[in-house]
C-alpha cells in the first residue's frame, strides 16, 4: 500500500514537471523572474463549487459526512503568492456516541450544519521551482488556512452551536482551461478544539481532544482583470515626449554636423593663417620697389612693415606722381569682400605716403586681383612713379 501511494506521487509530480518543456530559454535553462509588479486590479479570481465534509476525532472513524459549497475571492500578489478569502461549509454529520460520519440523524447522532469563513495564503509551488507559466495546464497550489469555525448540533431536544478558531492547510490543484477560466480541486483539512464536536471515551465525554474537517470540493475559478505577468526583460521603455517632431530633431542633428564640421574648418584656417607668412603691400616708385605685408584679411600693416614704410618714403622724389594699386588674392573670400580689402588696402597706405610728406594731389589710387597671382603674395599694394 505505501509503495502503491510513493509510485502515485511520483507519476503526479513527474506529470506536473513534465509541462516545463516550452518554460526554457534557447540553452534549455527554465526560465524565472524578476517579474514586473502588476497593478491592484489586475490578477484576481474567484471560484464556486461543491464537494463533501468529513469530521475525524480521537474516537470515530472517517466516512462521508455531508455536502460541502465553496465559494472565495483572492488576488495573486506575485506569480507565485497570492491569497483569499471564502467560505466553505453546509452540512457535516457525526454520531459522538459510535464514533461515525453519517447522512442521516439517528437514534444515536446528530445532525450537524458546519461552516468555516476563512483565509488563505498560497503558494504556487511550481511557478517557484520551474517559473512562471501562463499557459501551464496544471498548477499544485498548496496553501495555508485559519478562520471561523461555527458547528450547529442537536443535544437532545435541543438545537445549540459552537464556535472556535480554526487552523488547516490543503492543496488546490488548478486546472486551466483557458485565459479567464480554470477547473479547480481543493483538497483541504481544518484542525478545531474538540470540545466543539463531542468526543467520547466510552460514555465520559473528553474536551481536550483535537478534531479535524477535511474536506474535498470541486468547481470553476475564474479571473478577474489582467492574468499574466511580464518579466523586468520585456518591459517597453516609456517613449520620451519631445518638443518637436522627428523631422524638426533630424534636421537640429544636421544643422548640428554642419555647425561642427565647419568649426573644424576655421580652426584649421586660422593655424594655418598663423604659420603663412603675412600678406604684403608692393610699391614701385621709378627704380624703387617696396612690398609691405599685411595679415590675412586685414587691411592696416603691423608696427614693423609701418616701419619699413616710412623708410621707403624717404627715398622717394618728392612732386612726382605716385600709383598705389591695393590688391588682394581670390582664393580667400568672396568678390565683393576681396574689393573692399584690396580698396581699403590702397586707401591706407596712401594715407601713410601723405603722413610721411607726399602729396595726396601726386598720389593716384588702383585696386586689381592677384597681383602676383592667386596666392598669398597677391594680398599686397603696388607704388609706381
Known amino acids: ?18 509541462q516545463e518543456n516550452n518554460n526554457r530559454d534557447e540553452n534549455g535553462n527554465i526560465v524565472r523572474g524578476p517579474y514586473e509588479t502588476n497593478s491592484f486590479g489586475d490578477n484576481w479570481f474567484f471560484g464556486v463549487g461543491a464537494g463533501a465534509n468529513a469530521i475525524l476525532n480521537a474516537n470515530n472513524n472517517f466516512g462521508f459526512g455531508g455536502l460541502a459549497a465553496d465559494v472565495f475571492l483572492g488576488k495573486w500578489f506575485t506569480p507565485t503568492v497570492g491569497a483569499r478569502v471564502g467560505y466553505k461549509g453546509i452540512k457535516d454529520s457525526f454520531d459522538p456516541k459510535s464514533g461515525y460520519t453519517t447522512t442521516v440523524g439517528n437514534g444515536s447522532g446528530n445532525f450537524n450544519q458546519q461552516h468555516y469563513v476563512h483565509g488563505d495564503l498560497m503558494w504556487n509551488i511550481l511557478n517557484t521551482i520551474s517559473g512562471y507559466k501562463e499557459t501551464r495546464v496544471w498548477d499544485i497550489i498548496p496553501y495555508a ?20 478558531w480554526g487552523l488547516g492547510a490543503g492543496i488546490f490543484n488548478n486546472f486551466r482551461l483557458g485565459d479567464r477560466i480554470s477547473l479547480f480541486v481543493d483538497l483541504g483539512v481544518v484542525s478545531i478544539r474538540g470540545a466543539v464536536i463531542p468526543t467520547y471515551k466510552g460514555n465520559v465525554l473528553d474536551s481536550k481532544t483535537y478534531s479535524y474537517l477535511p474536506s474535498a470540493t470541486a468547481g470553476l475559478k475564474f479571473n478577474i482583470g489582467r492574468t499574466n505577468w511580464d518579466r523586468h526583460s520585456s518591459i517597453t521603455p516609456v517613449p520620451v515626449v519631445l518638443p518637436f517632431t522627428e ?23 586660422l593655424e594655418a593663417a598663423r604659420n603663412a607668412a603675412p600678406d604684403t603691400v608692393y610699391v614701385k616708385a621709378g627704380n624703387l620697389k617696396a612690398a609691405f605685408y599685411f595679415d590675412l584679411g586685414k587691411s592696416v600693416l603691423s608696427q614693423k612693415e609701418l616701419n619699413h614704410l616710412a623708410d ?22 568672396s568678390k565683393a569682400i576681396n574689393e573692399k580689402l584690396a580698396s581699403k588696402r590702397a586707401k ?38
Not at 145 to 157: A, D, E, H, L, P
Not at 314 to 325: D, P
Open 312 to 333: 621707403f618714403a624717404e627715398q622717394l622724389a618728392k612732386g612726382e606722381k605716385v600709383t598705389v594699386t591695393g590688391s588682394a588674392d581670390s582664393g580667400t573670400g
Open 1 to 18: 500500500m505505501y509503495s502503491n501511494s510513493v509510485a502515485i506521487a511520483l507519476m503526479t509530480f513527474s506529470a506536473a514537471f513534465a
Open 145 to 164: 488556512s485559519t478562520g471561523w469555525v461555527r458547528m450547529n448540533y442537536t443535544s437532545g431536544k435541543n438545537r445549540v452551536h459552537d464556535n472556535e
Open 247 to 269: 523631422a524638426q530633431y533630424n534636421a537640429l542633428k544636421d544643422a548640428n554636423a554642419r555647425l561642427e564640421a565647419d568649426k573644424k574648418a576655421l580652426a584649421a584656417e
Open 348 to 385: 591706407y597706405v596712401t594715407d601713410q605716403l601723405v603722413k610721411c610728406g607726399l602729396s595726396s594731389d601726386d598720389i593716384t589710387v588702383e585696386t586689381v586681383f592677384d597681383i602676383f597671382g592667386n596666392n598669398k603674395k597677391s594680398r599686397c599694394a603696388v607704388v609706381e612713379q
